[in-house]
C-alpha cells in the first residue's frame, strides 16, 4: 500500500508561483512514473504533468513553459514548481502514482489564484 500525502497549495495572485510537494511512502518513486492531475469546480480532472521513473518529462499544453515537475528520489518527493499562475489554473491538485497496476492518488491540495 501506497500513500501520498501532497502539499503546498494555497492562495496566489495573477503572475505568482507555488511550488506543491507530493510525499510517498516506501521509495515508491525511485522505479514508477509519478503525475499530477487537477480537477477544477464543475470540470473533470485533467493531467497537469508527469515524469518517469528515469526522469522524463510531458506536460499539458496549457501549462508547459510555465510549470515543471521535478523528483528527489533520495527524499522521496516529487514537485510541481508553478509560474505564470493564471485564472485558468485554480483547482484541487492531485499526484498520482501508478504502481502494479495499480493508480494511487493522495488527497490533493488546493491553488486558488485571485487578486
Known amino acids: 500500500q501506497v500513500q501520498l500525502v501532497e502539499s503546498g497549495g494555497g492562495l496566489v495572485q495573477p503572475g505568482g508561483s507555488l511550488i506543491l510537494s507530493c510525499a510517498a511512502s516506501g521509495n515508491a518513486f525511485s522505479r514508477n512514473s509519478v503525475a499530477w492531475f487537477r480537477q477544477a469546480p464543475g470540470k473533470q480532472r485533467e493531467w497537469v504533468t508527469g515524469?518517469?521513473?528515469?526522469?522524463?518529462?510531458a506536460y499539458a499544453d496549457s501549462v508547459k513553459g510555465r510549470f515543471t515537475i521535478s523528483k528527489d528520489n533520495a527524499k522521496n518527493m516529487v514537485y510541481l514548481q508553478m509560474n505564470s499562475l493564471n485564472p485558468e489554473d485554480p483547482a484541487v491538485y492531485y499526484c498520482?502514482?501508478?504502481?502494479?497496476?495499480?493508480?494511487?492518488w493522495g488527497q490533493g491540495t488546493q491553488v486558488t489564484v485571485s487578486s
Open positions: 515524469i518517469t521513473s528515469d526522469g522524463r518529462t
Open positions: 498520482k502514482l501508478r504502481l502494479a497496476m495499480t493508480d494511487y
